[in-house]
T-cell receptor
Framework: DTAVSQTPKYLVTQMGNDKSIKCEQNLGHDTMYWYKQDSKKFLKIMFS???????INETVPNRFSPKSPDKAHLNLHINSLELGDSAVYFC??????????????FGEGSRLTVL | RKEVEQDPGPFNVPEGATVAFNCTYS??????FFWYRQDCRKEPKLLMS???SGNEDGRFTAQLNRASQYISLLIRDSKLSDSATYLC??????????????FGKGTMLLVSP
């Protein structure tokens, strides 16, 4: 049983298109995240939600819009895709952030290629 | 200065070697520190936390020097299966009162027979 699952795993699309990546966790965690790992392997946080509420919103273009319908799901919608959006997008979850255990549980990643 | 800096490597070592990775962080208010491991084309996974007193988990030893804002990971008796990228991670307090984890770029380790 996959703890954090994200779909699709691979996504190839044209510039200007709109696409979504879905994420679900069955760990009962309150907090979920989206991270982006670019071609230089730098893993950078984009968003964090705690119990469906947005708590972290790093400097990300507003073409990226996260949505959390419930605390087990955090989806990422991207409008007007650009070449620079090509990356691996990781969803993650953790117990309440204030617990500060440092353990994030990552999904397997969604590799987005924009042509 | 980047928030979390690591030597990207790769470190090429033979099986059985001892190898050490270093990491420096810029935010003196950082509270917690960790090492994650990421295999090629896989997701990162927590390897171990790093405590001020230093801590050991089998062949792995992590150390923290708050005064120098420096973290290290030592791997003894390297195995082929240790080949991976090792990510240094520190927590950063946000204005919201929550903390986020900031990842270094990682150090790649290649262990050869």
């Amino acid at each position: 049983d996959t703890a954090v699952s994200q779909t699709p795993k691979y996504l190839v699309t044209q510039m200007g298109n709109d696409k979504s990546i879905k994420c679900e966790q069955n760990l009962g965690h309150d907090t979920m995240y989206w991270y982006k790992q670019d071609s230089k392997k730098f893993l950078k946080i984009m968003f964090s939600y705690n119990n469906k509420e947005l708590i972290i919103n790093e400097t990300v273009p507003n073409r990226f819009s996260p949505k959390s319908p419930d605390k087990a799901h955090l989806n990422l919608h991207i409008n007007s895709l650009e070449l620079g959006d090509s990356a691996v997008y990781f969803c993650a979850s953790s117990p309440p952030v204030r617990a500060n255990t440092g353990e994030l549980f990552f999904g397997e990643g969604s590799r987005l290629t924009v042509l | 200065r980047k928030e979390v800096e690591q030597d990207p490597g790769p470190f090429n070592v033979p099986e059985g070697a001892t190898v050490a990775f270093n990491c420096t962080y810029s935010n003196s208010a950082s509270q917690s520190f960790f090492w994650y491991r990421q295999d090629c084309r896989k997701e990162p996974k927590l390897l171990m936390s790093v405590y001020s007193s230093g801590n050991e988990d089998g062949r792995f030893t992590a150390q923290l020097n708050r005064a120098s804002q420096y973290i290290s990971l030592l791997i003894r008796d390297s195995k082929l299966s240790d080949s991976a990228t090792y990510l240094c991670v520190v927590t950063k307090a946000e204005n919201s009162g929550y903390s986020t984890l900031t990842f270094g770029k990682g150090t790649m380790l290649l262990v050869s027979p």
